[in-house]
């Protein structure tokens, strides 16, 4: 028997588990990806039994057979769960108390995995579940954005964004506060002006930081759609992972390298920040 415990952004949801771990998996199907705001998500498989959970969050089923729990307020992804699996629970890192020590031992529909965030390291990979994968994803891309007409949405489809305006700058972001937020191993972003996406859909407002940070998401299914800052007083960042086209981003640098995982490992040249400078290009 393990002990395993973990709380979301703001605290107010926290979970225990005694019992047994089954699996751990990073898992690249765009239902996952949207799911957690992130190029793939990665889970702590748990035993159903032995797991409680307190504070104020909600379960969204968003297919007859499977679910994704998050925070009403902040918003943080929990947990996945399938009735094809009903006796696990899959814990999101994000929600781990110490994401750190998570190993992971399997990538899975490892042929939906995005371009952009091609991985380098050891862990097998799963076309499925348990397929080999026979041809690895296209990581050949643009630099930056170059489509001038993008669209994105959240998991069930409620909040919806579009916009005609080119991004300012985009990229993946390793700090705590954002994979808390999310759940996610990492987030990846892009900068837009304040006004220059269309929004439609009820979302919920979550600040942070003393009010200098700012975090919408969806009240209905808890996808993160938006994040803004003090620092950054004109613009609003939004989520690579909402892109109805995700082949339409590449990421130009890491920033808060400082706090990456040591397992999350990508096949890319980009150059690297350990933090960010205010009111600056968050890349630059």
Partial sequence: MAQQSGHCFCGAVTWQHNGTATRNLNCHCDECRRGVSGAFSAVAGLSAEGMTIDGPWADYRYTPESSR?????????????????????????????????????QHVLYAQAVPWAPVADDIPKSASFQNPVTDAPDTSGPAC??????????????????????????????????????????????????????????????????????????????????????IWPDESHLYAASLNDPSNYHPQAHIHCADKLAWVTLDDDLPSHSATTDGKDPTA
């Fill in 69 to 105: 729990a998050f925070c009403t307020v902040c918003g943080t992804r929990i947990w996945f769960r399938s009735d094809l699996w009903p006796d696990e629970v899959f814990i999101n890192v994000g929600a781990l108390d110490a994401p750190q020590d998570h190993q992971p031992d």
């Fill in 145 to 230: 954005i170059t489509d001038a007409a993008l669209s994105g949405r959240c998991l069930c489809g409620d909040v919806t964004w579009k916009t005609d305006a080119e991004p300012l700058w985009s990229g993946h972001c390793h700090c705590d506060s954002c994979r808390r937020a999310t759940g996610a191993p990492f987030a990846s972003f892009f900068g837009l002006r304040k006004g220059q996406a269309k929004w439609t859909g009820g979302m919920t407002e979550f600040s942070s930081a003393n009010g200098k940070v700012q975090r919408r998401f969806c009240t209905t299914c808890g996808t993160h759609m938006v994040y803004e800052a003090d």
